[in-house]
């Protein structure tokens, strides 16, 4: 996983519910990538400090509350009932002029919403048709547990108002300003929200609804998520239920995907402490990654499954789960952990049904269950 590049998108970040005791932000990197990528991700959507609602963007207005040319992709046409975890929904196109030159980091795509980030600051969640519920000026979306206090009307998207809240300062122990946030419905039956906090010198509507306006949805032409490994020989009816991305050169490709027999028993990525969804955890081969797993009421070994070196996480106070983590096994780190009653524990999941594809990102899979 791109550890930077995840950070440096979701420092401004927090508000999640808070881990166990004893157990930070960053504690949470110690104890799994993909915990800590997925807690990060969705703390997009909440309103203290810069953890404000991570948006989607469909609009397309002006500051004065004129209305610029819509797409096609808005208001009328219905939108997806679900999105497909293996395929982006939705790109950024404008962003400011002066935003860093790094690519933009990760993402996180589930069956009900999306959520996609830029170093610019801005914060993208989009929601499948039915995830909200607007009562009053308040939408809910109960996929990601986020509410948005809807601000005042201050142009159309397809007709449809769209709702502009400025930027605050935070309340709460934490310093800085909340983004403004631009919500709207980017379709029929869908909502999305965008977060943006500009730079002093520009200005966060205008901003905001420029880069609204250059937001591509659809699938046509986006290409796959690669899997840097792949699972074989599973229950037939086992499917990617979320996926948080990252890249790899070029290569989009799924850092933490989270894997289902049916409905997750937990949150709606799987979250923390899942009770019957495999989480994995995979990317180029890193040196001693491992080794910030072992901390305080953690108990592990080490041990060689075909022929490599993993660490097994045998029990763990804070979550009912059991883990396995490889530096480098063929060249890919894995790291699995499993709810505390899995059909198929992580050592048994390593040894018998997952395919390591190596370190180089072509040669990864857009099909994460052979």
Same mark, same amino acid.
């Given at each position: 996983?791109?550890?930077?590049?995840?950070?440096?998108?979701?420092?401004?970040?927090?508000?999640?519910?808070?881990?166990?005791?004893?157990?930070?932000?960053?504690?949470?990197?110690?104890?799994?990538?993909?915990?800590?990528?997925?807690?990060?991700?969705?703390?997009?959507?909440?309103?203290?400090?810069? $953890?404000? #609602?991570?948006?989607?963007?469909?609009?397309?207005? /002006?500051?004065? !509350?004129? +209305?610029?040319?819509?797409?096609? =992709? %808005?208001?009328?046409?219905?939108a997806p009932q679900y999105f497909n975890?293996?395929?982006?929904?939705?790109?950024?196109?404008?962003?400011?002029?002066?935003?860093?030159?790094?690519?933009?980091?990760?993402?996180?795509?589930?069956?009900?919403?999306?959520?996609?980030?830029?170093?610019?600051?801005?914060?993208?969640?989009?929601?499948?048709?039915?995830?909200?519920?607007?009562?009053?000026?308040?939408?809910?979306?109960?996929?990601?547990?986020?509410?948005?206090?809807?601000?005042?009307?201050?142009?159309?998207?397809?007709?449809?108002?769209?709702?502009?809240? $400025?930027? #605050?300062?935070?309340?709460?122990?934490?310093?800085? /300003?909340?983004? !403004?946030? +631009?919500?709207?419905?980017?379709? =029929? %039956?869908?909502?999305?929200?965008?977060?943006?906090?500009?730079?002093?010198?520009?200005?966060?509507?205008?901003?905001?609804?420029?880069?609204?306006?250059?937001?591509?949805?659809?699938?046509?032409?986006?290409?796959?998520?690669?899997?840097?490994?792949?699972?074989?020989?599973?229950?037939?009816?086992?499917?990617?239920?979320?996926?948080?991305?990252s890249l790899a050169g070029h290569v989009?490709?799924?850092?933490?995907?989270?894997?289902?027999?049916?409905?997750?028993?937990?949150?709606?990525?799987?979250?923390?402490?899942?009770?019957?969804?495999?989480?994995?955890?995979?990317?180029?081969?890193?040196?001693?990654?491992?080794?910030?797993?072992?901390?305080?009421?953690?108990?592990?070994?080490?041990?060689?499954?075909?022929?490599?070196?993993?660490?097994?996480?045998?029990?763990?106070?804070?979550?009912?789960?059991?883990?396995?983590?490889?530096?480098?096994?063929?060249?890919?780190?894995?790291?699995?952990?499993?709810?505390?009653?899995?059909?198929?524990?992580?050592?048994?999941?390593?040894?018998?049904?997952?395919?390591?594809?190596?370190?180089?990102?072509?040669?990864?899979?857009?099909?994460?269950?052979?």
């Open positions: 996983m791109l550890e930077e590049d995840i950070k440096s998108l979701y420092d401004r970040m927090a508000g999640m519910e808070q881990p166990p005791s004893g157990i930070s932000i960053t504690g949470a990197g110690r104890t799994g990538r993909v915990r800590l990528t997925r807690r990060r991700a969705a703390a997009v959507a909440t309103p203290v400090l810069a $953890a404000v #609602a991570v948006i989607a963007i469909a609009l397309a207005t /002006s500051v004065q !509350g004129g +209305l610029h040319e819509t797409r096609p =992709a %808005g208001g009328t046409q219905p975890p293996l395929r982006p929904y939705a790109r950024f196109g404008w962003l400011p002029p002066d935003s860093p030159s790094s690519p933009a980091g990760g993402e996180v795509i589930s069956q009900k919403w999306m959520s996609l980030g830029d170093t610019s600051g801005a914060f993208l969640a989009l929601y499948a048709a039915g995830a909200c519920h607007l009562s009053g000026h308040t939408l809910t979306c109960p996929p990601s547990g986020n509410r948005y206090p809807l601000g005042r009307s201050v142009a159309l998207a397809d007709g449809q108002p769209a709702y502009w809240r $400025a930027p #605050a300062k935070a309340r709460g122990p934490f310093p800085g /300003s909340s983004p !403004g946030q +631009l919500a709207w419905r980017y379709a =029929a %039956g869908g909502w999305a929200v965008l977060d943006y906090l500009a730079p002093s010198h520009r200005s966060a509507i205008d901003d905001a609804v420029n880069i609204a306006d250059h937001i591509r949805f659809g699938y046509q032409g986006e290409p796959a998520i690669r899997f840097p490994v792949q699972l074989t020989h599973v229950p037939a009816n086992w499917q990617v239920n979320c996926v948080a991305t989009m490709y799924a850092q933490s995907d989270v894997v289902t027999a049916g409905p997750v028993t937990g949150s709606s990525c799987g979250d923390n402490a899942p009770v019957n969804a495999p989480h994995f955890d995979a990317g180029p081969g890193q040196k001693n990654q491992c080794a910030g797993f072992i901390y305080a009421g953690v108990q592990s070994k080490t041990e060689a499954i075909n022929d490599h070196q993993v660490l097994l996480i045998t029990n763990n106070k804070y979550w009912p789960n059991h883990q396995l983590c490889a530096d480098n096994a063929a060249g890919t780190f894995v790291w699995i952990a499993t709810g505390a009653h899995p059909a198929l524990n992580p050592a048994t999941i390593f040894a018998h049904h997952l395919r390591l594809l190596g370190s180089n990102p072509a040669k990864w899979t857009t099909k994460p269950i052979g």
